[in-house]
Nanobody, 130 residues
Framework: QVRLVESGGGLVQTGGSLRLSCAASGRTFSTYNMAWFRQAPGKEREFVAAISWTGDNTVYADSVKGRFTISRDDAKSTVYLQMNTLKPEDTAVYYC???????????????????????WGQGTQVTVSS
């Protein structure tokens, strides 16, 4: 059974940094694209970042580009989200996600589509105070 467990959330001041981790288990990690999404209170879940199974291709939402970095460590079956220069509008529950199929979604333009992901973690809360 595939399991994704996020950690690393917390309370931070504006301009601060956090690193989120998502540990995967239940299947071989290295052949799956991975993504981060977030959901603020009263809002829909939105795409944050995604990384290819090879680790050499990444996509970011415009709102986090230049501030957040997604990376992966296949030896640890873990994907990370380094978040710098945090803003109050980054406050949300952050989720990692993975598709059912190897190498999917195949098209980069599909990476932000949450319907393309089948497995989700329980989420970790990030709160940025002003």
């Amino acid at each position: 059974q595939v399991r994704l467990v996020e950690s690393g959330g917390g309370l931070v001041q504006t301009g601060g940094s956090l690193r989120l981790s998502c540990a995967a288990s239940g299947r071989t990690f290295s052949t799956y694209n991975m993504a981060w999404f977030r959901q603020a209170p009263g809002k829909e879940r939105e795409f944050v970042a995604a990384i290819s199974w090879t680790g050499d291709n990444t996509v970011y939402a415009d709102s986090v580009k230049g501030r957040f970095t997604i990376s992966r460590d296949d030896a640890k079956s873990t994907v990370y989200l380094q978040m710098n220069t945090l803003k109050p509008e980054d406050t949300a529950v952050y989720y990692c996600a993975s598709p059912w199929a190897h190498y999917a979604p195949h098209l980069t333009r599909d990476w932000p589509d949450l319907k393309k992901y089948d497995y989700w973690g329980q989420g970790t809360q990030v709160t940025v105070s002003s």
